[in-house]
């Protein structure tokens, strides 16, 4: 069964955006929401123990080879919604991590994240490939949460905005004083289960937490097999055998190494083996 309707695609195409409704079973998000808690060493059931390290002020949380974690990346219906998205079976998905953004807290003033807006893309290089991103709902994320927030439509006619921009813009980040008529900052609630699909030329982000539960959300992208080397794809390897992160400045690791000391390599479905790499899709 299809993930998305022919209007879900149609709304992809205009907004740069689309909601994956259910993709993924509750039980594994909430299997990664206790994994979360498990490596912060925090109690899920005491708000006073969330703003501490190892939780980084905005959230992002250095674990990535976790079995919960490649649960979801290697869930069927996950790969069926990027399929659909680029028209190919033949992908590979990244290796990306966790967020947990807490409410705002007046002790806490330091993980009062108040969001942005970016792109994780240089725009001075378009065109750009096709490529997508995407982010799960691990829990139920409502507007004021500070879940995923983007400009909708706004990736349309992009050249010809930043051909009206000053030479010294910001490629990464867009003026939010200088948007196009009609276009702002949109928030996108979405219930646990659901994966949030934008591409990348979209300007995205997340926003501000001012309600009283935190944010849970675990990074889930793909792309065309055929875009990873041979070297891409050995690293991929090695980091999934040993348990360590991508290994470069986005994606920098935990300095505790929990994930390398205490856990198991994670377990792989025919489906995640070819996700990783680890075995060809022919």
Not at 21 to 50: H, K, Q, S, T, Y
Not at 181 to 189: A, N
Request: charged share 20%; net charge negative; proline share 11%.
């Amino acid at each position: 069964m299809s993930v998305f309707t022919p209007e879900d695609l149609a709304f992809f195409e205009e907004n740069g955006y689309v909601v994956a409704r259910n993709v993924v079973p509750v039980e594994l998000c909430n299997a990664v929401v206790n994994a979360i808690f498990e490596f912060l060493g925090m109690d899920p059931n005491n708000p006073e123990d969330w703003y501490r390290p190892p939780l980084k002020p905005g959230g992002m949380i250095e674990m990535y080879q976790h079995q919960a974690l490649w649960d979801t990346r290697q869930y069927p219906r996950v790969h069926q919604a990027f399929s659909e998205i680029y028209g190919t079976h033949k992908l590979c998905v990244t290796i990306d991590r966790v967020g947990m953004k807490p409410p705002r807290h007046p002790d806490h003033p330091e993980y009062d994240h108040k969001g942005f807006i970016h792109w994780d893309v240089d725009t001075s290089k378009l065109p750009l490939p096709f490529s997508v991103q995407g982010v799960l709902c691990l829990t139920d994320t409502t507007e004021d949460m500070g879940g995923f927030q983007c400009i909708p439509g706004f990736h349309k006619g992009l050249e010809e905005w930043i051909a009206t921009q000053p030479p010294d813009r910001n490629p990464r980040v867009p003026d939010l004083n200088a948007l196009p008529p009609g276009k702002k900052v949109v928030p996108i609630p979405a219930k646990a289960g659901d994966l949030i699909i934008w591409i990348n030329t979209l300007a995205h982000g997340n926003g501000h937490n001012v309600s009283n539960r935190p944010r849970f959300s675990q990074y889930i992208s793909m792309f065309p097999a055929e875009r990873l080397t041979e070297e891409q794809r050995q690293h991929r390897i090695h980091c999934w055998q040993n348990r360590l992160p991508p290994g470069n400045s986005v994606f920098p690791g935990d300095p505790r190494e929990i994930e390398q000391k205490y856990q198991k390599t994670a377990e792989l479905t025919p489906l995640g083996r070819k996700l990783l790499g680890l075995d060809p899709w022919d």
